[in-house]
């Protein structure tokens, strides 16, 4: 790492305004403190990016927390009973039971993506017992970023919510770009080690071979990715389905694997040999994501036989990785109308033994470039609600370009706001506190606790200030939209003082007897 420099410009570091690190029983919360003298602690994805005055080390890396490499991976070890230092500490992080943790992981509905050689990550769990979580994809292409932009891209997304990195980068210096992350990132990596290996071979499908992805996978293992999405269920006989889609194969490691393939007249070489590669991840307890090869790349191919065909496959596979003590999670769709969502979770739910679901989106429309983050947006929210455990988040750049920083933002949140509504249309424990406290500081005209409590405060506030720029309009009882004289919650304080003190003369009132003829 020592011949690439970062300055402090190039990551950001402070923490979100109104709020500061807490730790409780050695677990990181983000601790909002309220003008009321009360505080509300949030689940942090952070990591040590949030303190204002430190300097960043990007060529330290971050601190290491102990790791037991020799008893098994956390579905063996919760298997055998155990609740395993990452269960304890995700269990104080969910708030909830720690054998909760160990019973969901022991029936594989929830994964804890935690390699062995990635130490300073934070343990997080993936299921549908609990919360919602978000993943935010950087990496670089072949004719844009550097490696410098990834790792702030990578601190930006984990400082707004971002609770896992893939890092698909495509382009020059993968296994550096790669490290650099590992080693800074707070929150589990994940890969597709199928880009790497075609990278290998100079770009051509053709050329790929077992040994040659094999190889490619033990390297990004000894790294420290947390988890792989592996394109093992894209068989032979799948190709046939996909030819009068309207899309045909989105999925780039799909699309390569179809090739292959159709080249050679064989069976993938990621399905054949996806014993020896359990084997392997179980060594690092590596989780698989079984990639959704034939995902519909448009509303016209949602729900085909192409895309469920490969579903029972990677049902199919998800056996026999548990039987390796491998931690699996499925992933899934792509381009669905709403109609047509929950289908998904069921069949998912069905076929792959109540794996966690891992999903991008899914889009609920096709006709919104650089708006595909609410288009998806919607589509994640219904398809979380109806059991998916981790949302691949969308960019306003999807389907047209690299995404920067912003876009990256944009992303994030728009997937936060998905993944708690989930939470709350579930009825999560504890995922209505944070809107009852920003409800009851908007009702009560503290405005600065309102911004605090919002998930994104920075754009709150500069949304209010912008025609409201004076320190005295924090306190007002109204906003530019309103004004003094048509706030309605002004107006509803009105309305509760006049019926107080209508009461207050009921209970003065002396009554007469009523005299009768």
């Known amino acids: ?30 601790r909002v403190h309220l003008t009321t003298g009360e505080h509300l602690d949030l689940y942090d994805t952070s990591g040590p990016y949030t303190d204002r005055d430190a300097v960043i080390d990007l060529s330290a890396g971050l601190p290491r927390r102990p790791v037991i490499r020799d008893r098994g991976t956390q579905l063996q070890r919760a298997r055998a009973g155990e609740i395993t230092a990452e269960m304890a500490f ?53 004719v844009s970023s550097s490696i410098a932009e990834e790792v702030d891209k990578m601190v930006w997304a984990t400082r707004w919510g971002a609770d896992t990195i893939m890092d698909l980068s ?30 290998k071979v100079g770009g051509d499908p053709v050329k790929l071979n077992w040994d040659v992805y094999r190889d ?26 996909t030819v009068n889609r309207v899309t045909g194969i989105v999925s780039r490691g799909g699309s390569i694997m179809a090739a292959w393939c159709l080249a050679h007249a064989q069976e993938s070489f990621l399905y054949t040999h ?19 090869g034939l995902r519909p790349g448009s509303i016209a191919d949602a729900n085909d036989d192409a895309q469920f065909a490969e579903l029972r496959t990677l049902g199919e596979l998800t056996t026999i990785a548990k ?36 999903t991008l989106g899914p889009l609920a429309t096709d006709i919104a470039p650089a708006y595909d983050h609410i288009t998806s947006a919607i589509g994640a929210a219904i398809i979380a609600q109806a059991g998916t455990a981790m949302l691949c988040y969308v960019t306003p750049k999807e389907h047209l370009g690299l995404p920067n920083r912003r876009d990256v933002k944009d992303g994030v949140i728009a997937y936060k706001i998905a993944a708690h509504a989930a939470d709350l249309a579930k009825g999560h424990p504890h995922a209505q506190e944070r809107d009852d406290a920003l409800s009851k500081a908007r009702f009560e005209f503290r405005w600065e606790d309102q911004f605090n409590l919002s998930l994104d405060p920075d754009t709150a506030r500069e949304f209010h200030d912008e025609t409201l720029p004076a320190e005295p309009a924090k306190t007002a009882h109204f906003c530019s939209m309103c004004g003094p004289k048509f706030c309605s919650m002004r ?27």
């Open 1 to 30: 790492m020592s011949d690439v420099v970062f300055t402090i410009s190039d990551v950001t570091s402070g923490p979100i305004q109104g709020s500061s690190k807490v730790y409780r029983n050695g677990v990181p919360f983000r």
């Open 90 to 142: 995700v269990a104080e992080r969910e708030r909830v039971p720690a054998e909760l943790v160990r019973d969901e992981v022991a029936r594989g509905r929830a994964v804890i993506p935690a390699n062995h050689h990635h130490p300073e990550a934070e343990p997080m769990i993936i299921g549908k017992a609990f919360a919602v979580k978000v993943n935010a994809n950087i990496g670089n292409s072949a």
């Open 170 to 199: 495509t382009g020059r210096d993968i296994h550096q770009t790669r490290e650099w992350i590992l080693r800074n990132s707070p929150v589990p990596v994940g890969t597709v080690p199928m880009y790497q290996a075609l990278e």
């Open 216 to 241: 490619t996978v033990i390297e990004q293992c000894e790294q420290g990715v947390d988890y792989m999405t592996v394109h093992a269920g894209v068989l032979r006989s799948h190709i046939p389905l």
């Open 274 to 292: 996806f014993a020896e590669l359990c084997q392997i991840l179980a060594r690092y307890d590596v989780t698989f994501s079984l990639g959704d």
């Open 323 to 358: 039987s390796h003590g491998v931690q699996v999670m499925i992933e899934g769709p792509g381009h669905v109308p709403m109609h047509k969502i929950v289908e998904n979770v069921r069949l998912e739910q069905e076929l792959c033994e109540e794996a966690p679901f891992y």
């Open 491 to 517: 107006i509803s304080h009105d309305v509760r003082e006049a019926m107080a003190d209508s009461d207050h003369d009921h209970d003065n009132r002396v009554f007469l007897p009523v005299v009768t003829s």
